[in-house]
């Protein structure tokens, strides 16, 4: 367990790492951890942008990631924050070959698995906050999941969350600059 955390820790040099239970899943790209202090940290999984929880596949999205994550020993690997004040990191399971349930994985990386099932798209706006190693899996998986159909790709034109976001705020513009005439 120590070489292996030596391993990850060496590939994202300058990172720090938090070490904790995953306690909460508030959508398919974040989570609570709460350390061993009892201190509640909330997660940005770096990388990857799953649907929002009113898209198509936002809940699975959402429930995947608690079947991978919840209740877990996670380690993670971070560098900076969001606007939101999230820490935006890699989140990988501390044991993942101890896991014993369907929802397994064998990387224990939490990202790739959920790109891997085709409920979360490689982010690649901030793709530079990740190792090269792991850009090129997460850009692999996705194709694979394209390839294979895989959740939200047996849609015909899934929408990405960034443009979902973008579509909404454009539409409260539109919405607020409209003037009612009775």
Sequence with gaps: MLAATLL???QRAGAA???GKVVGVSDGDTITVLDSARTP???RLNGIDAPEKRQPYGTRAKEQLAALAFGKLVVVHWNKRDRYRR???HVRLAAPAACATPAC???GDVGLALIESGLAWHYKRYQNGQTAEDRTRYARAEEAARSKRAGLWRDA??????DYRSNRRAD???TSSTVQVN
């Design 41 to 43: 940290h909330r997660i």
């Design 17 to 19: 790492e938090l070490y």
């Design 8 to 10: 990850i820790a060496g």
């Design 157 to 162: 034109h899934p929408v990405a969350p960034w």
């Design 105 to 107: 994985f064998h990387s």
């Design 87 to 89: 820490i935006v990191g």
């Design 172 to 174: 409260a513009a539109r």
